[in-house]
Protein backbone atom coordinates (compact mmCIF):
# COMPACT_ATOMS: atom_id res chain seq x y z
CA UNK A 1 0.00 0.00 0.00
CA UNK A 2 0.90 3.43 -1.24
CA UNK A 3 1.21 5.70 1.76
CA UNK A 4 -0.48 9.24 1.78
CA UNK A 5 3.11 10.77 1.40
CA UNK A 6 2.72 9.18 -2.33
CA UNK A 7 -0.38 10.77 -3.68
CA UNK A 8 1.46 14.31 -4.52
CA UNK A 9 3.90 12.29 -6.39
CA UNK A 10 1.24 10.54 -8.41
CA UNK A 11 -0.85 13.58 -8.92
CA UNK A 12 2.49 15.77 -10.19
CA UNK A 13 2.69 12.53 -12.26
CA UNK A 14 -0.40 12.99 -14.22
CA UNK A 15 -0.71 16.16 -14.33
CA UNK A 16 2.77 16.28 -16.51
CA UNK A 17 1.03 13.49 -18.77
CA UNK A 18 -1.80 15.12 -19.26
CA UNK A 19 -0.13 18.00 -20.19
CA UNK A 20 2.26 16.73 -22.33
CA UNK A 21 -0.91 14.80 -24.35
CA UNK A 22 -2.54 18.22 -25.04
CA UNK A 23 0.50 19.91 -26.48
CA UNK A 24 0.74 16.60 -28.27
CA UNK A 25 -2.44 17.02 -29.34
CA UNK A 26 -1.94 20.44 -29.94
CA UNK A 27 0.58 20.15 -32.06
CA UNK A 28 -0.90 17.56 -33.92
CA UNK A 29 -4.04 19.76 -34.79
CA UNK A 30 -1.42 22.95 -35.46
CA UNK A 31 0.65 20.60 -38.11
CA UNK A 32 -2.90 19.56 -39.52
CA UNK A 33 -4.10 23.05 -40.03
CA UNK A 34 -0.77 23.57 -40.94
CA UNK A 35 -0.86 20.90 -43.66
CA UNK A 36 -4.43 22.35 -44.62
CA UNK A 37 -3.83 25.97 -44.99
CA UNK A 38 -0.84 25.13 -47.00
CA UNK A 39 -2.31 22.91 -49.44
CA UNK A 40 -5.84 24.88 -49.73
CA UNK A 41 -2.81 27.93 -51.07
CA UNK A 42 -0.99 25.85 -53.45
CA UNK A 43 -4.72 25.33 -55.25
CA UNK A 44 -5.51 28.82 -55.16
CA UNK A 45 -1.94 29.96 -56.14
CA UNK A 46 -2.30 27.58 -59.43
CA UNK A 47 -5.65 28.35 -60.01
CA UNK A 48 -4.95 32.50 -59.81
CA UNK A 49 -1.93 31.87 -61.74
CA UNK A 50 -3.57 29.57 -63.99
CA UNK A 51 -6.71 31.29 -64.57
CA UNK A 52 -7.03 35.08 -64.00
CA UNK A 53 -10.22 36.25 -62.55
CA UNK A 54 -10.63 38.71 -65.40
CA UNK A 55 -10.69 35.84 -67.74
CA UNK A 56 -12.06 33.25 -65.38
CA UNK A 57 -14.45 35.08 -63.35
CA UNK A 58 -16.10 31.48 -62.17
CA UNK A 59 -14.56 28.42 -61.08
CA UNK A 60 -16.47 24.86 -61.09
CA UNK A 61 -16.07 22.39 -58.50
CA UNK A 62 -16.30 18.84 -59.10
CA UNK A 63 -16.14 17.44 -55.35
CA UNK A 64 -16.06 13.54 -55.92
CA UNK A 65 -13.28 12.78 -53.23
CA UNK A 66 -14.12 11.13 -49.61
CA UNK A 67 -10.44 11.79 -48.31
CA UNK A 68 -10.31 13.57 -45.03
CA UNK A 69 -7.84 16.30 -46.54
CA UNK A 70 -10.72 16.88 -49.49
CA UNK A 71 -13.23 17.77 -47.04
CA UNK A 72 -11.22 20.03 -45.11
CA UNK A 73 -9.53 21.50 -48.29
CA UNK A 74 -13.07 21.88 -49.61
CA UNK A 75 -14.68 24.74 -47.18
CA UNK A 76 -11.72 26.98 -47.35
CA UNK A 77 -11.22 27.18 -51.35
CA UNK A 78 -15.12 27.43 -51.61
CA UNK A 79 -14.64 30.87 -48.95
CA UNK A 80 -12.26 32.49 -51.07
CA UNK A 81 -13.45 35.79 -52.14
CA UNK A 82 -12.02 36.31 -55.61
CA UNK A 83 -14.25 33.93 -57.77
CA UNK A 84 -17.69 32.80 -57.99
CA UNK A 85 -18.15 29.12 -57.69
CA UNK A 86 -20.11 26.19 -58.60
CA UNK A 87 -20.04 23.04 -56.36
CA UNK A 88 -21.08 19.94 -57.76
CA UNK A 89 -21.51 15.86 -57.63
CA UNK A 90 -22.62 15.41 -61.14
CA UNK A 91 -20.26 16.31 -64.11
CA UNK A 92 -23.58 17.22 -66.02
CA UNK A 93 -23.73 20.16 -64.19
CA UNK A 94 -20.71 21.51 -65.05
CA UNK A 95 -20.46 19.99 -68.62
CA UNK A 96 -23.48 22.46 -69.35
CA UNK A 97 -22.38 25.55 -67.22
CA UNK A 98 -19.01 25.61 -68.95
CA UNK A 99 -18.40 23.47 -72.08
CA UNK A 100 -16.08 26.18 -74.14
CA UNK A 101 -14.19 28.40 -72.09
CA UNK A 102 -14.23 27.65 -68.06
CA UNK A 103 -11.88 27.09 -65.16
CA UNK A 104 -12.66 23.33 -63.08
CA UNK A 105 -11.46 21.99 -60.20
CA UNK A 106 -11.62 17.96 -59.80
CA UNK A 107 -11.54 16.84 -56.18
CA UNK A 108 -10.88 13.14 -56.95
CA UNK A 109 -9.94 9.65 -55.35
CA UNK A 110 -10.82 7.47 -58.51
CA UNK A 111 -9.56 7.27 -62.08
CA UNK A 112 -13.50 7.26 -63.46
CA UNK A 113 -13.91 10.67 -62.02
CA UNK A 114 -11.82 11.64 -65.33
CA UNK A 115 -14.06 10.46 -67.80
CA UNK A 116 -15.92 13.28 -67.87
CA UNK A 117 -13.04 15.69 -69.13
CA UNK A 118 -13.07 14.44 -72.53
CA UNK A 119 -16.47 16.06 -73.04
CA UNK A 120 -14.58 19.96 -72.46
CA UNK A 121 -12.91 21.70 -75.52
CA UNK A 122 -9.31 22.32 -75.09
CA UNK A 123 -10.06 25.98 -73.91
CA UNK A 124 -11.14 24.50 -70.28
CA UNK A 125 -8.87 24.46 -67.68
CA UNK A 126 -8.33 21.86 -65.14
CA UNK A 127 -6.61 21.31 -61.65
CA UNK A 128 -6.69 17.74 -60.95
CA UNK A 129 -6.68 17.30 -56.79
CA UNK A 130 -6.09 13.61 -55.73
CA UNK A 131 -4.00 11.65 -53.41
CA UNK A 132 -0.49 10.12 -53.99
CA UNK A 133 -1.88 6.35 -54.18
CA UNK A 134 -3.56 7.58 -57.40
CA UNK A 135 0.18 8.55 -58.84
CA UNK A 136 0.98 5.02 -59.95
CA UNK A 137 -2.67 4.26 -61.47
CA UNK A 138 -2.76 8.09 -63.44
CA UNK A 139 1.27 7.48 -64.77
CA UNK A 140 0.18 3.39 -65.72
CA UNK A 141 -3.41 3.89 -67.17
CA UNK A 142 -3.71 1.90 -70.30
CA UNK A 143 -6.51 3.92 -71.53
CA UNK A 144 -5.69 6.06 -74.23
CA UNK A 145 -8.76 8.68 -73.25
CA UNK A 146 -7.97 9.00 -69.73
CA UNK A 147 -4.25 9.88 -70.50
CA UNK A 148 -5.21 12.04 -73.24
CA UNK A 149 -7.69 13.48 -70.11
CA UNK A 150 -5.06 13.77 -67.52
CA UNK A 151 -2.83 15.59 -70.03
CA UNK A 152 -5.24 18.44 -70.21
CA UNK A 153 -4.62 19.58 -66.36
CA UNK A 154 -2.28 20.68 -63.75
CA UNK A 155 -1.90 17.64 -61.16
CA UNK A 156 -1.67 18.46 -57.74
CA UNK A 157 -0.71 15.31 -55.75
CA UNK A 158 -1.04 15.03 -51.57
CA UNK A 159 0.02 12.40 -49.33
CA UNK A 160 -0.94 11.50 -45.85
CA UNK A 161 3.11 12.58 -44.93
CA UNK A 162 2.12 16.39 -45.62
CA UNK A 163 3.88 15.80 -48.93
CA UNK A 164 2.57 17.90 -52.17
CA UNK A 165 4.01 17.60 -55.42
CA UNK A 166 2.47 19.61 -58.60
CA UNK A 167 2.75 17.76 -61.82
CA UNK A 168 2.09 18.77 -65.65
CA UNK A 169 2.31 17.31 -68.90
CA UNK A 170 3.72 19.29 -71.97
CA UNK A 171 1.49 18.83 -74.99
CA UNK A 172 4.16 20.65 -76.76
CA UNK A 173 7.23 19.22 -75.64
CA UNK A 174 6.10 15.65 -74.33
CA UNK A 175 7.52 15.66 -71.33
CA UNK A 176 5.61 15.55 -67.39
CA UNK A 177 7.16 18.70 -65.63
CA UNK A 178 7.26 19.53 -62.00
CA UNK A 179 6.28 22.64 -60.33
CA UNK A 180 7.77 23.82 -56.80
CA UNK A 181 4.84 23.71 -54.46
CA UNK A 182 6.40 26.34 -52.22
CA UNK A 183 7.36 28.27 -55.18
CA UNK A 184 4.94 27.96 -57.89
CA UNK A 185 5.26 29.30 -61.51
CA UNK A 186 2.67 28.56 -64.12
CA UNK A 187 4.80 27.84 -66.97
CA UNK A 188 3.77 29.69 -70.38
CA UNK A 189 3.67 26.82 -72.53
CA UNK A 190 3.51 28.91 -75.83
CA UNK A 191 6.36 30.19 -75.46
CA UNK A 192 8.72 27.40 -76.96
CA UNK A 193 5.90 24.99 -79.48
CA UNK A 194 9.26 22.35 -79.82
CA UNK A 195 8.53 22.36 -83.54
CA UNK A 196 4.73 21.43 -83.32
CA UNK A 197 3.34 22.11 -86.77
CA UNK A 198 0.50 24.33 -87.01
CA UNK A 199 -1.54 23.35 -89.91
CA UNK A 200 -3.61 25.77 -91.50
CA UNK A 201 -6.02 25.40 -94.13
CA UNK A 202 -6.93 27.76 -97.43
CA UNK A 203 -7.73 27.01 -100.72
CA UNK A 204 -4.92 27.85 -103.31
CA UNK A 205 -7.11 30.59 -104.86
CA UNK A 206 -6.63 32.32 -102.00
CA UNK A 207 -3.94 31.88 -100.45
CA UNK A 208 -1.73 32.39 -103.83
CA UNK A 209 -3.61 36.17 -103.88
CA UNK A 210 -3.48 36.72 -99.84
CA UNK A 211 0.25 36.18 -99.21
CA UNK A 212 0.04 37.72 -95.81
CA UNK A 213 -2.08 34.81 -94.26
CA UNK A 214 1.08 32.28 -94.82
CA UNK A 215 4.08 35.33 -93.55
CA UNK A 216 1.80 35.56 -90.42
CA UNK A 217 2.34 31.91 -89.88
CA UNK A 218 5.90 32.09 -90.18
CA UNK A 219 6.51 35.11 -88.25
CA UNK A 220 4.40 33.17 -85.47
CA UNK A 221 6.32 29.91 -85.94
CA UNK A 222 10.12 31.87 -85.76
CA UNK A 223 8.85 33.60 -82.38
CA UNK A 224 7.64 30.64 -81.04
CA UNK A 225 9.88 28.06 -82.67
CA UNK A 226 7.31 25.94 -84.58
CA UNK A 227 6.97 24.87 -88.26
CA UNK A 228 3.93 25.72 -90.86
CA UNK A 229 1.91 23.67 -93.58
CA UNK A 230 -0.59 24.85 -95.10
CA UNK A 231 -2.82 22.44 -97.09
CA UNK A 232 -5.94 22.85 -99.36
CA UNK A 233 -7.46 19.19 -98.43
CA UNK A 234 -10.34 19.94 -96.00
CA UNK A 235 -9.64 17.79 -92.34
CA UNK A 236 -10.86 19.12 -89.22
CA UNK A 237 -9.18 16.75 -87.01
CA UNK A 238 -5.60 17.95 -88.69
CA UNK A 239 -6.23 21.74 -89.21
CA UNK A 240 -5.18 24.50 -86.51
CA UNK A 241 -6.18 27.35 -88.15
CA UNK A 242 -8.55 28.69 -91.11
CA UNK A 243 -9.25 32.49 -92.25
CA UNK A 244 -13.26 32.56 -93.09
CA UNK A 245 -14.44 34.33 -95.58
CA UNK A 246 -17.80 35.41 -94.45
CA UNK A 247 -18.87 35.09 -90.95
CA UNK A 248 -22.64 35.83 -91.41
CA UNK A 249 -24.48 33.81 -88.49
CA UNK A 250 -21.54 32.46 -87.25
CA UNK A 251 -21.42 32.49 -82.92
CA UNK A 252 -18.25 30.16 -82.24
CA UNK A 253 -16.25 31.02 -79.52
CA UNK A 254 -13.19 29.95 -81.23
CA UNK A 255 -13.24 32.48 -83.75
CA UNK A 256 -10.68 35.03 -83.83
CA UNK A 257 -11.08 38.37 -85.12
CA UNK A 258 -8.37 39.24 -87.14
CA UNK A 259 -6.48 42.06 -89.99
CA UNK A 260 -8.49 42.70 -92.79
CA UNK A 261 -12.27 42.84 -93.99
CA UNK A 262 -14.38 40.48 -95.46
CA UNK A 263 -18.28 41.02 -96.62
CA UNK A 264 -20.77 40.58 -99.17
CA UNK A 265 -20.42 42.66 -101.92
CA UNK A 266 -23.07 43.21 -104.57
CA UNK A 267 -21.57 42.99 -108.26
CA UNK A 268 -23.30 45.41 -110.87
CA UNK A 269 -23.04 45.85 -114.23
CA UNK A 270 -21.58 49.14 -115.58
CA UNK A 271 -23.26 51.97 -116.76
CA UNK A 272 -23.34 51.77 -120.31
CA UNK A 273 -22.19 54.58 -123.15
CA UNK A 274 -24.98 57.02 -123.68
CA UNK A 275 -25.54 57.16 -127.36
CA UNK A 276 -24.14 60.13 -129.18
CA UNK A 277 -27.21 61.76 -129.60
CA UNK A 278 -27.61 62.15 -125.78
CA UNK A 279 -25.65 65.26 -126.06
CA UNK A 280 -28.52 67.16 -127.77
CA UNK A 281 -30.39 66.68 -124.90
CA UNK A 282 -28.27 66.56 -121.94
CA UNK A 283 -26.74 70.16 -121.71
CA UNK A 284 -30.17 71.13 -120.11
CA UNK A 285 -32.33 69.42 -118.00
CA UNK A 286 -36.17 68.57 -117.90
CA UNK A 287 -36.67 71.48 -115.66
CA UNK A 288 -34.82 74.05 -117.72
CA UNK A 289 -36.76 72.69 -121.67
CA UNK A 290 -39.84 72.94 -119.19
CA UNK A 291 -39.46 76.04 -118.48
CA UNK A 292 -37.96 77.42 -121.94
CA UNK A 293 -41.64 75.71 -123.75
CA UNK A 294 -43.75 77.30 -120.87
CA UNK A 295 -42.19 80.68 -121.94
CA UNK A 296 -42.47 80.25 -125.77
CA UNK A 297 -46.56 79.21 -124.98
CA UNK A 298 -46.64 82.41 -122.45
CA UNK A 299 -45.33 84.43 -124.71
CA UNK A 300 -46.79 82.91 -127.98
CA UNK A 301 -50.41 83.79 -126.17
CA UNK A 302 -49.31 87.53 -125.03
CA UNK A 303 -48.68 88.14 -128.84
CA UNK A 304 -51.62 86.34 -130.03
CA UNK A 305 -53.92 88.72 -127.91
CA UNK A 306 -51.62 92.14 -128.26
CA UNK A 307 -49.50 91.84 -131.00
CA UNK A 308 -49.73 94.40 -133.86
CA UNK A 309 -48.15 91.89 -137.23
CA UNK A 310 -47.42 88.80 -135.75
CA UNK A 311 -50.46 89.25 -133.66
CA UNK A 312 -52.64 88.38 -136.77
CA UNK A 313 -51.02 84.57 -137.66
CA UNK A 314 -52.23 81.23 -136.60
CA UNK A 315 -51.24 80.61 -132.73
CA UNK A 316 -48.89 78.00 -134.03
CA UNK A 317 -47.17 80.25 -136.82
CA UNK A 318 -46.26 82.19 -133.86
CA UNK A 319 -44.74 79.22 -131.14
CA UNK A 320 -42.80 78.25 -134.64
CA UNK A 321 -41.91 82.38 -135.09
CA UNK A 322 -40.46 82.23 -131.59
CA UNK A 323 -38.26 78.83 -132.04
CA UNK A 324 -36.94 80.45 -135.11
CA UNK A 325 -36.38 83.25 -133.66
CA UNK A 326 -34.16 81.65 -130.80
CA UNK A 327 -32.55 79.35 -133.34
CA UNK A 328 -31.14 82.08 -136.45
CA UNK A 329 -33.43 85.17 -135.88
CA UNK A 330 -36.86 86.79 -136.68
CA UNK A 331 -38.06 85.21 -140.48
CA UNK A 332 -40.97 87.19 -140.32
CA UNK A 333 -42.01 91.27 -140.45
CA UNK A 334 -43.10 92.41 -136.59
CA UNK A 335 -44.22 95.91 -135.70
CA UNK A 336 -45.75 97.72 -132.66
CA UNK A 337 -43.99 99.03 -129.36
CA UNK A 338 -45.36 95.91 -127.65
CA UNK A 339 -44.14 93.23 -130.39
CA UNK A 340 -40.91 95.07 -130.71
CA UNK A 341 -39.77 95.53 -126.97
CA UNK A 342 -40.81 91.74 -126.19
CA UNK A 343 -39.14 90.06 -129.05
CA UNK A 344 -35.85 92.34 -128.13
CA UNK A 345 -35.67 91.14 -124.73
CA UNK A 346 -36.62 86.79 -126.27
CA UNK A 347 -34.42 87.59 -128.75
CA UNK A 348 -31.06 88.81 -126.24
CA UNK A 349 -32.57 86.17 -123.96
CA UNK A 350 -32.07 83.57 -126.57
CA UNK A 351 -28.71 84.46 -127.58
CA UNK A 352 -27.45 83.76 -124.16
CA UNK A 353 -29.37 80.76 -123.94
CA UNK A 354 -28.06 79.39 -127.48
CA UNK A 355 -24.37 80.24 -126.74
CA UNK A 356 -24.47 78.46 -123.15
CA UNK A 357 -26.07 75.66 -125.24
CA UNK A 358 -23.13 75.48 -127.42
CA UNK A 359 -21.20 75.44 -125.48
CA UNK A 360 -22.15 72.91 -123.05
CA UNK A 361 -22.74 69.92 -126.43
CA UNK A 362 -18.76 71.09 -127.13
CA UNK A 363 -17.99 70.10 -123.72
CA UNK A 364 -19.74 67.48 -123.71
CA UNK A 365 -18.14 65.75 -127.07
CA UNK A 366 -14.95 65.90 -125.36
CA UNK A 367 -15.68 62.72 -123.12
CA UNK A 368 -18.94 59.89 -123.47
CA UNK A 369 -21.71 60.52 -121.39
CA UNK A 370 -22.69 57.32 -119.42
CA UNK A 371 -26.01 56.37 -117.47
CA UNK A 372 -25.83 56.75 -113.58
CA UNK A 373 -24.11 53.58 -112.04
CA UNK A 374 -25.29 51.71 -109.10
CA UNK A 375 -24.31 51.98 -105.98
CA UNK A 376 -27.11 52.93 -103.23
CA UNK A 377 -29.49 50.37 -101.32
CA UNK A 378 -32.47 51.52 -103.03
CA UNK A 379 -30.91 51.74 -106.30
CA UNK A 380 -30.29 48.15 -105.92
CA UNK A 381 -33.56 47.14 -104.92
CA UNK A 382 -34.94 49.36 -108.09
CA UNK A 383 -32.66 48.66 -110.78
CA UNK A 384 -30.90 44.68 -110.05
CA UNK A 385 -32.15 41.46 -110.96
CA UNK A 386 -30.43 38.52 -108.91
CA UNK A 387 -30.36 34.91 -109.13
CA UNK A 388 -32.92 33.51 -106.73
CA UNK A 389 -30.68 31.59 -103.94
CA UNK A 390 -30.82 32.54 -100.71
CA UNK A 391 -28.92 35.98 -100.48
CA UNK A 392 -31.26 37.48 -102.61
CA UNK A 393 -34.20 35.98 -100.47
CA UNK A 394 -32.82 37.16 -97.06
CA UNK A 395 -32.11 40.68 -98.48
CA UNK A 396 -35.71 40.59 -100.25
CA UNK A 397 -34.47 41.92 -103.78
CA UNK A 398 -35.97 41.17 -106.90
CA UNK A 399 -34.88 37.92 -108.52
CA UNK A 400 -35.10 36.49 -112.03
CA UNK A 401 -36.26 32.63 -112.54
CA UNK A 402 -33.29 30.47 -112.34
CA UNK A 403 -31.99 29.38 -115.94
CA UNK A 404 -33.59 32.28 -117.47
CA UNK A 405 -31.20 34.83 -119.26
CA UNK A 406 -32.30 38.84 -117.88
CA UNK A 407 -31.26 42.00 -119.52
CA UNK A 408 -27.39 42.35 -118.83
CA UNK A 409 -28.19 45.91 -117.69
CA UNK A 410 -29.77 44.58 -114.92
CA UNK A 411 -28.33 41.26 -113.56
CA UNK A 412 -26.71 41.72 -110.24
CA UNK A 413 -25.15 39.10 -107.87
CA UNK A 414 -24.02 38.57 -104.27
CA UNK A 415 -20.26 37.97 -103.82
CA UNK A 416 -18.29 36.97 -100.81
CA UNK A 417 -15.38 39.32 -101.26
CA UNK A 418 -12.27 40.30 -98.74
CA UNK A 419 -10.77 43.70 -98.16
CA UNK A 420 -11.16 45.21 -101.76
CA UNK A 421 -12.36 44.44 -104.96
CA UNK A 422 -8.84 44.33 -107.30
CA UNK A 423 -8.00 41.30 -104.62
CA UNK A 424 -11.15 39.45 -104.99
CA UNK A 425 -10.90 39.88 -108.59
CA UNK A 426 -7.75 38.05 -108.53
CA UNK A 427 -9.16 35.40 -106.20
CA UNK A 428 -12.05 34.52 -108.42
CA UNK A 429 -9.86 34.77 -111.31
CA UNK A 430 -7.12 32.11 -110.22
CA UNK A 431 -10.26 29.73 -109.21
CA UNK A 432 -11.32 29.33 -113.21
CA UNK A 433 -10.29 25.55 -114.25
CA UNK A 434 -9.73 26.29 -118.19
CA UNK A 435 -6.49 24.81 -119.79
CA UNK A 436 -6.55 27.72 -122.12
CA UNK A 437 -3.45 29.64 -121.59
CA UNK A 438 -5.20 33.32 -121.12
CA UNK A 439 -8.81 32.36 -120.19
CA UNK A 440 -7.65 34.07 -116.12
CA UNK A 441 -6.76 37.24 -118.08
CA UNK A 442 -9.69 36.78 -120.29
CA UNK A 443 -11.73 36.55 -117.10
CA UNK A 444 -10.03 39.63 -115.62
CA UNK A 445 -10.84 42.26 -118.83
CA UNK A 446 -14.16 41.00 -119.20
CA UNK A 447 -15.17 41.65 -115.64
CA UNK A 448 -13.61 44.81 -115.17
CA UNK A 449 -15.12 45.45 -118.37
CA UNK A 450 -18.25 44.93 -117.55
CA UNK A 451 -19.05 44.66 -114.01
CA UNK A 452 -17.88 46.70 -110.52
CA UNK A 453 -18.53 46.53 -107.34
CA UNK A 454 -21.21 48.77 -105.85
CA UNK A 455 -20.48 51.04 -103.09
CA UNK A 456 -23.18 49.40 -100.92
CA UNK A 457 -21.90 46.35 -99.02
CA UNK A 458 -23.09 44.37 -96.51
CA UNK A 459 -22.09 41.75 -93.41
CA UNK A 460 -18.59 43.49 -93.08
CA UNK A 461 -16.80 42.28 -90.53
CA UNK A 462 -12.91 41.65 -89.78
CA UNK A 463 -11.57 39.15 -91.15
CA UNK A 464 -11.46 35.40 -88.88
CA UNK A 465 -9.77 32.86 -88.03
CA UNK A 466 -11.25 29.85 -87.13
CA UNK A 467 -8.11 28.37 -85.03
CA UNK A 468 -8.55 25.60 -82.58
CA UNK A 469 -8.55 26.47 -78.70
CA UNK A 470 -5.21 25.57 -77.79
CA UNK A 471 -3.68 28.06 -79.85
CA UNK A 472 -6.55 30.77 -79.52
CA UNK A 473 -4.37 32.85 -76.63
CA UNK A 474 -1.40 32.67 -79.03
CA UNK A 475 -3.30 34.02 -82.40
CA UNK A 476 -5.26 36.66 -80.27
CA UNK A 477 -1.72 37.80 -78.79
CA UNK A 478 0.19 38.02 -82.87
CA UNK A 479 -3.30 39.97 -84.11
CA UNK A 480 -3.47 42.45 -81.66
CA UNK A 481 0.17 43.01 -82.55
CA UNK A 482 -0.52 43.31 -86.04
CA UNK A 483 -3.11 45.83 -85.55
CA UNK A 484 -1.77 48.01 -83.47
CA UNK A 485 1.75 47.70 -85.82
CA UNK A 486 -0.02 48.33 -89.13
CA UNK A 487 2.06 45.63 -90.67
CA UNK A 488 -0.94 44.59 -92.67
CA UNK A 489 -1.30 47.67 -94.61
CA UNK A 490 2.19 48.16 -94.78
CA UNK A 491 2.45 44.72 -96.44
CA UNK A 492 0.14 45.27 -99.44
CA UNK A 493 0.42 48.95 -99.68
CA UNK A 494 4.37 47.84 -101.05
CA UNK A 495 3.80 44.83 -102.59
CA UNK A 496 3.20 45.19 -106.13
CA UNK A 497 0.03 45.11 -107.57
CA UNK A 498 -1.21 45.00 -111.64
CA UNK A 499 -2.78 48.36 -112.10
CA UNK A 500 -6.04 47.55 -113.35
CA UNK A 501 -8.35 50.60 -113.85
CA UNK A 502 -11.27 51.19 -115.67
CA UNK A 503 -11.02 54.28 -117.90
CA UNK A 504 -14.67 55.69 -120.03
CA UNK A 505 -13.73 56.46 -123.46
CA UNK A 506 -13.88 59.93 -124.99
CA UNK A 507 -15.04 61.04 -128.37
CA UNK A 508 -11.56 62.26 -129.38
CA UNK A 509 -9.79 58.66 -129.24
CA UNK A 510 -12.99 57.02 -131.34
CA UNK A 511 -14.16 56.71 -135.00
CA UNK A 512 -17.69 58.06 -135.00
CA UNK A 513 -19.85 55.55 -136.89
CA UNK A 514 -22.44 55.66 -138.63
CA UNK A 515 -24.47 53.95 -135.86
CA UNK A 516 -23.55 56.20 -133.44
CA UNK A 517 -25.80 58.70 -135.57
CA UNK A 518 -28.45 56.31 -136.68
CA UNK A 519 -30.57 58.33 -134.44
CA UNK A 520 -30.45 61.53 -136.13
CA UNK A 521 -30.90 59.91 -139.27
CA UNK A 522 -34.13 58.63 -137.84
CA UNK A 523 -35.10 62.00 -137.05
CA UNK A 524 -34.05 63.85 -140.13
CA UNK A 525 -36.08 60.75 -142.26
CA UNK A 526 -38.92 61.49 -139.68
CA UNK A 527 -38.59 65.15 -140.38
CA UNK A 528 -38.78 64.84 -144.13
CA UNK A 529 -42.02 62.49 -144.33
CA UNK A 530 -44.09 64.81 -141.37
CA UNK A 531 -42.66 67.94 -143.62
CA UNK A 532 -43.77 66.04 -147.14
CA UNK A 533 -47.40 64.90 -145.72
CA UNK A 534 -48.07 68.86 -144.03
CA UNK A 535 -47.52 70.40 -147.59
CA UNK A 536 -49.26 67.92 -149.08
CA UNK A 537 -52.17 68.62 -146.87
CA UNK A 538 -51.69 71.85 -147.15
CA UNK A 539 -51.68 72.04 -150.93
CA UNK A 540 -55.17 70.51 -150.57
CA UNK A 541 -56.78 71.83 -147.52
CA UNK A 542 -55.68 75.14 -149.70
CA UNK A 543 -57.35 74.25 -152.84
CA UNK A 544 -60.42 73.14 -151.43
CA UNK A 545 -60.76 76.34 -149.73
CA UNK A 546 -60.11 78.65 -152.50
CA UNK A 547 -62.54 76.35 -155.07
CA UNK A 548 -65.64 76.59 -152.21
CA UNK A 549 -64.68 80.55 -152.05
CA UNK A 550 -65.15 80.88 -156.07
CA UNK A 551 -68.44 78.67 -155.72
Not at 53 to 79: F, R
Not at 430 to 446: E, F
Request: a negative charge; one cysteine or more.
Amino acid sequence: MLGLHTFPLIFVVNIIVLVSMKVDLYILYAETEMNVTLHVNVVLEVHRQLCPAEKYPHLMILSLSNQDLAHAVLPQIISEPTYTKTVSMYPILVLSDAYFHSCNLYIIDRIDDLNTVLWFEESVKFIYFYPKWMFGMVQNEANLSITQALRKGYHIVYDLDHTLQIYRWNRYSHQRTTIDPHNITVPDEMRDLYGYQIVMFCEDYISTVMTFDAYFLELIANKRNATVIQTDEYSYEVMDVMPLMNVKNMIFTWIVPSFGTTFLAVVVPRAKPKPIVSILIDPFDMYVWITYLVLVLTMAISISLFGKLLGRHRFLEIVLELIMMCLAGPSRAYGGAFENRIITLFCLMGIVLVSSYQSLIISFMSYVRYDSEINTLDEIYEQCLFPDNKDAQFFNFKTFPNGSNPDTNFACQMQSARDNEQQTIMMRSKSIVDKHAYATDHHIRHRIENFRFAKTKFIEYPLCWLVKMHLRELFLFYTQAVFESGIYEYYYNNKSQPAWQYEHRTFVNQVVMMKDLLLLWYAYVVGMVVSMLCFAAETVIHKEFKRHVNY
